[in-house]
């Protein structure tokens, strides 16, 4: 198993919710402007109806809340990206993104004894848009992985999305075949013939020799936040505000916790005020890396975080390029150097974004284990885009 994981950098906690005394503060906090009126969307009416019932909630249960529901959660029913949307993220920006990822899969698929068979799975998969980059490569590579057996799993919470990604993968051109009821609730086959499937729950995707791609995925995961008090670390959460009823506030709870998270709000690429209007707009949160290497210590190995820029730049983006821009016309050669700025600006993406990779022990250490007849046996090298790309 490994797994690439790209997201921004910054603080991120996944404490446990406290037993929290009646005792409240009610003190209210905003991320942004206050908004001329109130917009009573169903899914505040349904966090009000909650609060009353049980008493204030976590950011975390907010998050999954606002985010998840199954029948109002933003990401279950939108198309959020692009520049219609709220947010566009790398693949939407440039070809050549997805296309380097596909690369560094088939460079780890070597460089770990070209197994017989794989999986690729993404979790949290967008438009799809990223996938069918890599997959390209995986085509245009075709006598490399020849031999392989390639299987795509996608983990994918929301209907819209899921029915976009099928039409960008697979073009429907075979009837897809759907089971609601089902942990895998749709499968497909790609334009290229490779197999793939569909999944609520990452526990119902196979068991396999796999490959895991995170990509902003972490980022939108539910956490809890905390501010810091004269008395300690209080647990911050969201209550009704007693002086409007159909309206939200942060209150901070008299608990003593251990750290301290941010968490902002994106609609109509802006920031928003994250308790406005709930379910109209995706809620973010910077990524601690470090804590996710602590988590997964002594489990498997870890690498990175490393800036977008210098993985990228380490994968080749600048020798791909110039090969698309020497065969494109002169509106094309502008959207990829667009593309580029965007991706490798240190005061865009380049320095904001970052890559974490976690991988078995012996991949950098090289100790042995099982293969079998149709393997080669793997050799320690340096991993792609974490050094230079180097093909054998």
Sequence with gaps: MSVLARGGLGPLCAAARAVIPCLWRGKYFSSGREPAETQVTPMLRHLIYKIKATGPITVAEYMKEVLTNPAKGYYVYRDMLGEKGDFITSPEISQIFGELLGIWFISEWMATGK????QLVELGPGRGTLAGDILRVFSQLGSVLKNCDISIHLVEVSRKLSEIQALTLTEEKIPLERNAGSPVYMKGVTKSGIPISWYRDLHDVPKGHSFYLAHEFFDVLPV???????????????????????KLRFVLAPCV?????????????????????????????????????????????SLGPIKQQMFLKNMGIDVRLKVLLDKSDEPARQQLLQGYDMLMNPKKMGERFNFFALLPHQRLHGRSHPMNACQSKPSVSPVAGFGELAWR
């Design 115 to 118: 197994n017989a068979a794989f």
């Design 257 to 301: 916790t251990p750290a301290e998270v941010f968490i902002q709000g994106f609609c109509g690429h802006k920031l928003h005020d994250v308790l406005t209007a709930p379910g109209t707009a995706d809620l973010t949160a910077d990524v601690d890396f470090s804590y996710l290497r602590r988590m997964a210590e002594g489990q498997v190995a």
């Design 224 to 246: 809890h936040k905390f501010q810091k008090t004269p008395q300690g670390w209080r647990e911050v959460f969201i209550d009704i505000d007693p002086q409007v009823s159909d």
